[in-house]
T-cell receptor, first 112, second 116 residues
Framework: GDSVTQMEGPVTLSEEAFLTINCTYT??????LFWYVQYPGEGLQLLLK?????DKGSNKGFEATYRKETTSFHLEKGSVQVSDSAVYFC???????????FGQGTTLQVKP | GAVVSQHPSWVICKSGTSVKIECRSL??????MFWYRQFPKQSLMLMAT?????????EQGVEKDKFLINHASLTLSTLTVTSAHPEDSSFYIC????????????FGPGTRLTVL
């Protein structure tokens, strides 16, 4: 079945460091891919998404490119801030049904 | 923006009792809502899909008689954990699909259930 694998955390970075959180997926067909962020005490929020191969999703300085050949959707940000500290989830929707399959989540902690 | 609320945010109950969790879309109509379960330090697992006016669709391995879902209106879905046991203790999260927002899903803040 479909699945999503994220790099294990926690990831601890200093402010202004470069961030990469790896995400790979297994799916039949051509899924839509998402990154969600969960700040402490809040619900998940959509960070960015891509619906087809080679699409790049971007928001708030974060980017991720849908790579069909490597079945990956790695999240990157050039310069992280303390306020980016949160849990990040990679997810896919393989049939545009709204049924999301999530990775295990990666905790990011950014220190001043 | 589109806001989804859950009530209660946390609940503690005795083993054998039933607990109802509400999920509301506050400023949009949601024909489809989803219920997820999240164990500590683990991912969200989809439990069921709730469609307004029809029976919920449960994922494999989820007991429909234990986790009763009702989607009585376009803004409210409820999850009732019947005869709760300690192993049902978890974080329950709902989401609502918003046709008015390009079918994006909006998540509630979650409900922490602890069964003693």
């Amino acid at each position: 079945g479909d699945s999503v694998t994220q790099m294990e955390g926690p990831v601890t970075l200093s402010e202004e460091a470069f961030l990469t959180i790896n995400c790979t997926y297994t799916a039949t067909g051509y899924p839509s891919l998402f990154w969600y962020v969960q700040y402490p005490g809040e619900g998940l929020q959509l960070l960015l998404k891509a619906t087809k191969a080679d699409d790049k999703g971007s928001n708030k300085g974060f980017e991720a490119t849908y790579r069909k050949e490597t079945t990956s959707f790695h999240l990157e940000k050039g310069s992280v801030q303390v306020s980016d500290s949160a849990v990040y989830f990679c997810a896919l929707d393989s049939g545009n049904t709204g049924k999301l399959i999530f990775g295990q989540g990666t905790t990011l902690q950014v220190k001043p | 923006g589109a806001v989804v609320s859950q009530h209660p945010s946390w609940v503690i109950c005795k083993s054998g009792t039933s607990v109802k969790i509400e999920c509301r879309s506050l400023d949009f109509q949601a024909t489809t809502m989803f219920w997820y379960r999240q164990f500590p330090k683990q991912s969200l697992m989809l439990m069921a899909t709730s469609n307004e006016g029809s029976k919920a669709t449960y994922e494999q391995g989820v007991e429909k008689d234990k986790f009763l879902i009702n989607h009585a209106s376009l803004t409210l879905s409820t999850l009732t954990v019947t005869s709760a046991h300690p192993e049902d203790s978890s974080f329950y999260i709902c989401s609502a699909r918003a046709p008015s927002h390009y079918n994006e899903q909006f998540f509630g803040p979650g409900t922490r259930l602890t069964v003693l």
